[in-house]
């Protein structure tokens, strides 16, 4: 099947640093990719959809400032989260979606922990 | 995108069925009904999907209502590796397409 990787797969950093996480389609390329955020117990909350060579859409109630997504070619997309704080931390995942067979591919996920 | 409803968890012994119920009695049309699973600390896992007709592959097979209101993922012989939280989802299929995620029902496999 498809594979989608996300790194780093854990990644600690102090309050007030900016983290990237990056999000690549491994064999098959998208022109969409979603970014998504979960914490502990909880379900997985879309926060934007990544789409090639465009802006990101950003879902309500997500800062787009503090969650900076470029999707600059078909196999990647990256998230950064600028000047992190504790409640930054989560578990973030991304997804693909194959542009010939629109089928939507998620990745391991990145553990984010802010100091 | 249509909202839907599973029990938040189900218990299912080793080698029997386990029947995992979604109401989704808003879905619109052309709108397919999903289902992936998440296992603790990892990214969803795609299993199967519909528009109408009910489907089988090598994992499960998914039983949709005539009236689409409700569905029902069905593993026909558990195994503790299926332990997971289980996300049924209607949405558009194509470049509309969008998953969003409801909680889901959390389902336990026992020996």
């Known amino acids: 099947g498809a594979v989608v990787s996300q790194h780093p797969s854990r990644v600690i950093c102090k309050s007030g640093t900016s983290v990237k996480i990056e999000c690549r389609s491994l064999?098959?390329?998208?022109?969409?990719m979603f970014w998504y955020r979960q914490f502990p117990k909880k379900s997985l909350m879309l926060m934007a959809t990544?789409?090639?060579?465009?802006?990101?859409?950003?879902e309500q109630g997500v800062e787009k400032d503090k969650f900076l997504i470029n999707h600059a070619s078909l196999t990647l997309s990256t998230l950064t989260v600028t000047s992190a704080h504790p409640e930054d931390s989560s578990f973030y995942i991304c997804?693909?979606?194959?542009?010939?067979?629109?089928?939507?591919?998620f990745g391991p996920g990145t553990r984010l922990t802010v100091l | 995108d249509a909202k839907t409803t599973q029990p938040p968890s189900m218990d299912c012994a080793e080698g029997r069925a386990a029947n995992l119920p979604c109401n989704h009695s808003?879905?619109?049309?052309?709108?397919?009904v999903y289902w992936y699973r998440q296992i603790h600390s990892q990214g969803p896992q795609y299993i199967i999907h519909?528009?109408?007709n009910n489907e089988t592959n090598e994992m499960a097979s998914l039983i949709i209502t005539e009236d689409r209101k409700s569905s029902t993922l069905i593993l026909p012989h558990a195994t503790l590796r299926d332990t997971a939280v289980y996300y049924c989802?209607?949405?558009?299929?194509?470049?509309?397409?969008?998953?969003?995620f409801g909680t889901g029902t959390r389902l336990q496999v026992t020996l």
């Open positions: 519909g528009l109408k």
């Open positions: 064999d098959f390329q998208a022109t969409t």
């Open positions: 990544s789409n090639e060579g465009s802006k990101a859409t950003y």
């Open positions: 989802i209607v949405s558009l299929w194509g470049t509309a397409s969008k998953l969003t």
């Open positions: 808003t879905i619109s049309g052309n709108e397919y």
């Open positions: 997804s693909a979606r194959d542009l010939v067979s629109y089928e939507q591919f």
